[in-house]
């Protein structure tokens, strides 16, 4: 079940440990390949804000999969709890990019995530973890729900559950989302997801992020609901107070990855900060931004956004 103080920060002296359950791929842009999949960009961020991550996932035996572990290493990361699969491809995406760098995604299927196997290390790492992290596109999977089941039945009492909700047709069961939504400590996703799960349409409006997120209170019984409008900015619901934070004009690269980025900056802010949710949002808002200026997922990180500058 989630916390029952879910906004008290957890103000540890070593950092927390953080697990991203789900899918790890290749995202194929116009002008090149960048790691991606929304858990793992999570991780990668979290990892850049002083987090012990651990991602839960699995890739193929090839060279895509083979160089996500070399930059994996690199980066610091570690990889325990990623499996490798023989007879499945490591995933990709082929992303199509509008005038204004929104992207579009075509994803593969039958491949290395959607077999996420539990092994001792994940246990283990979950039975001491401070919060996890799990997207609905992995959910696709019978065998990912179970695996996640697994996952939450060690977990401790304590321990967020942070939901990020990534609709992607023809893999969006909008009654799985709204089961999952249930035992979520904290639920994140943008205005037209939640518009398409509380009303069932297919666009929102100004304004309309608040009312949909006590929607989505009630009905799901979620402490925290964080809802993102692109560059209008984001707001979250907290202790039934509602926050809002303005976003601010960028030169937008590409929109890839820079909601992850910017749930990554909130967690580390209310998950073990002593900062006001106001605060928090607004930095969260400043750091999505950072990402869509700059090129995929996964940008090297300056000393402004990351404390590691890297």
């Known amino acids: 079940m989630?916390?029952?103080?879910?906004?008290?920060?957890?103000?540890?002296?070593?950092?927390?440990?953080?697990?991203?359950?789900?899918?790890?791929?290749w995202d194929f842009l116009p002008d090149g390949l960048f790691p991606g999949g929304a858990p793992f960009n999570v991780g990668y961020h979290l990892h850049n804000l002083d987090t012990d991550v651990r991602l839960i996932s699995a890739l193929g035996r090839d060279r895509l999969g083979n160089e996500i572990l070399r930059r994996i290493h690199h980066w610091g990361?570690?990889?325990?709890?990623?499996?490798?699969?023989?007879?499945?491809?490591?995933?990709?995406?082929?992303?199509?990019?509008?005038?204004?760098?929104?992207?579009?995604?075509?994803?593969?299927?039958?491949?290395?995530?959607?077999?996420?196997?539990?092994?001792?290390?994940?246990?283990?790492?979950?039975?001491?973890?401070?919060?996890?992290?799990?997207?609905?596109?992995?959910?696709?999977?019978?065998?990912?729900?179970?695996?996640?089941?697994?996952?939450?039945a060690v977990l401790p009492k304590?321990?967020?559950?942070?939901?990020?909700?990534?609709?992607?047709?023809?893999?969006?069961?909008?009654?799985?989302?709204?089961?999952?939504?249930?035992?979520?400590?904290?639920?994140?996703?943008?205005?037209e997801e939640a518009a398409r799960i509380v009303l069932g349409a297919t666009s929102e409006q100004p304004g309309s992020p608040e009312p949909l997120a006590r929607?989505?209170?009630?009905?799901?019984?979620?402490?925290m609901v964080c809802i993102t409008a692109g560059a209008r900015g984001a707001g979250l619901l907290i202790d039934d107070q509602w926050?809002?934070?303005?976003?601010?004009?960028?030169?937008?690269?590409?929109?890839?990855g820079a909601g992850d980025a910017f749930l990554a900056r909130l967690i580390s802010h209310l998950l073990r900060e002593n900062i006001n949710p106001a605060a928090a949002l607004a930095s969260s808002c400043r750091h999505g931004e950072w990402v869509a200026s700059q090129r995929g997922a996964t940008p090297v990180y300056s000393p402004r956004f990351g404390r590691k500058g890297r």
């Open 77 to 152: 990361l570690g990889n325990e709890t990623i499996i490798r699969h023989q007879g499945l491809p490591t995933g990709s995406v082929i992303a199509t990019l509008s005038e204004s760098g929104d992207a579009s995604y075509d994803i593969t299927t039958s491949v290395a995530w959607d077999q996420i196997l539990i092994t001792e290390d994940s246990v283990r790492a979950a039975m001491a973890a401070n919060a996890l992290v799990f997207g609905s596109l992995a959910q696709r999977s019978p065998l990912n729900r179970k695996a996640l089941e697994r996952l939450f």
């Open 158 to 191: 304590t321990a967020w559950r942070v939901f990020d909700v990534n609709l992607r047709a023809p893999h969006d069961d909008l009654n799985l989302v709204r089961e999952l939504a249930k035992s979520a400590t904290l639920l994140k996703l943008n205005s």
């Open 2 to 25: 989630p916390v029952t103080n879910p906004t008290a920060s957890i103000l540890m002296s070593a950092p927390p440990t953080i697990l991203c359950f789900g899918e790890i791929l």
């Open 215 to 223: 929607a989505l209170n009630h009905d799901c019984g979620c402490p």
């Open 243 to 256: 926050f809002w934070a303005e976003g601010r004009p960028v030169k937008v690269v590409d929109t890839v």
